[in-house]
């Protein structure tokens, strides 16, 4: 099993930014690739920014894209979220997860198995 725990989340005004951080524990040698999603109330929870651990390619939807930046530390096995330019819109529980490597051929945005608790971002307006 991947242990993932969440922070950094909070309250901020449009515009604003927030750093989240991921850190990951377990079998960590079992992640391919670790990805942020969100979910609003009745809303689906997608994938919005994802990386890879060894080549760190990245995806992100197009929502977040040229906002948001996602980054792996390796070595502490933590991934981030930069977010800039936050919108009343981006509020939501967000979360981290992981995936493994197959199938190899899924997208990056899809197959992930273990998930964080979550932690919420308020953007007011």
């Known amino acids: 099993q991947v242990q993932l725990v969440e922070s950094g989340g909070g309250l901020v005004q449009a515009g604003g930014s927030l750093r989240l951080s991921c850190a990951a524990s377990?079998?960590?040698?079992?992640?391919?690739?670790m990805g942020w999603t969100r979910q609003a109330p009745g809303k689906e929870r997608d994938i919005i920014a994802a990386i890879t651990w060894s080549t760190g390619s990245t995806y992100y939807a197009d929502s977040v894209k040229g906002r948001f930046t996602i980054s792996r530390d390796n070595a502490k096995n933590m991934v981030s979220l930069q977010m800039n330019s936050l919108k009343p819109e981006d509020t939501a529980v967000y979360y981290c997860a992981s995936r493994p490597r197959n199938p190899a051929s899924l997208p990056l945005q899809y197959g992930y198995n273990y998930w964080g608790q979550g932690t919420q971002v308020t953007v007011s307006s």
């Open positions: 377990g079998r960590t040698s079992s992640s391919y690739a």
